[in-house]
Nanobody, 117 residues
Framework: VQLQASGGGLVQAGGSLRLSCAAS????????MAWYRQAPGKQRELVAS???????KYGDSAEGRFTISRDNAKNTLDLQMNSLEPDDTAVYYC????????????WGQGTQVTVSS
């Protein structure tokens, strides 16, 4: 499985960015795709996830500002981020996993998001 993330960049506070992740080689169609982020000196945290059935989950920081979506036919994952804040600055990683198969968890290379004040 390979995941290719794109869409990061520099944006001013209050602005928007859209991250995309293209997945290839997925073996299981029943899976959970997610965005995580890691800021310098902090642990990686869940931003949002979406199951192949469409169930979404958001981290506290993303609730109400970010929207996660996926296209099962194209194996793509998007994250629309609005009202960005400097605290959103981090490297964002896409992930695909199958909860019933712990060894099935793959990460993209990460894309940098920087929000200036």
């Amino acid at each position: 499985v390979q995941l290719q993330a794109s869409g990061g960049g520099l944006v001013q506070a209050g602005g928007s960015l859209r991250l995309s992740c293209a997945a290839s080689g997925i073996v299981y169609t029943a899976n959970v795709m997610a965005w995580y982020r890691q800021a310098p000196g902090k642990q990686r945290e869940l931003v949002a996830s979406v199951s192949s059935g469409g169930t979404t989950k958001y981290g506290d920081s993303a609730e109400g500002r970010f929207t996660i979506s996926r296209d099962n036919a194209k194996n793509t994952l998007d994250l629309q981020m609005n009202s960005l804040e400097p605290d959103d600055t981090a490297v964002y990683y896409c992930n695909v996993k199958r909860p019933m198969t712990p060894t099935y968890s793959y990460w993209g290379q990460g894309t940098q998001v920087t929000v200036s004040s």
